[in-house]
Nanobody, 117 residues
Framework: QVQLVESGGGLVQPGGSLRLSCAAS????????MTWYRQAPGKQRELVAS???????TYADSVKGRFTISRDNAKNTVFLQMSVLKPEDTAVYYC???????????WGQGTQVTVSS
């Protein structure tokens, strides 16, 4: 059974930082494209950052220079380091795994990030 478990969300003031984690079980993340998405109330889910083969990464324009996606294959975990957080970053953040060969997708349950003073 595949599980993606996100953690690290919470309430932070504008300008602050958080690090989200996505711990995977049932799959080996090195064989998957790992992506963070987010969904704010009343808005569509959007891609935040993606890590595919090797060190190739993609970021939404709104988070470039502030967020960094990384993976620790030994721990089978993917991270999202978020800095200089803004109120518009408030959303539920989801971890997604997509098989590089199979194309099968898995989702985590999400973790809430709230940026507010």
């Amino acid at each position: 059974q595949v599980q993606l478990v996100e953690s690290g969300g919470g309430l932070v003031q504008p300008g602050g930082s958080l690090r989200l984690s996505c711990a995977a079980s049932g799959i080996t993340v090195s064989g998957y494209a790992m992506t963070w998405y987010r969904q704010a109330p009343g808005k569509q889910r959007e891609l935040v950052a993606s890590s595919t083969i090797g060190t190739r990464t993609t970021y939404a324009d709104s988070v470039k220079g502030r967020f960094t996606i990384s993976r620790d294959n030994a721990k089978n975990t993917v991270f999202l380091q978020m800095s200089v957080l803004k109120p518009e970053d408030t959303a539920v953040y989801y971890c997604n795994a997509r098989g590089l060969v199979s194309g099968r997708e898995y989702w985590g349950q999400g973790t809430q990030v709230t940026v507010s003073s």
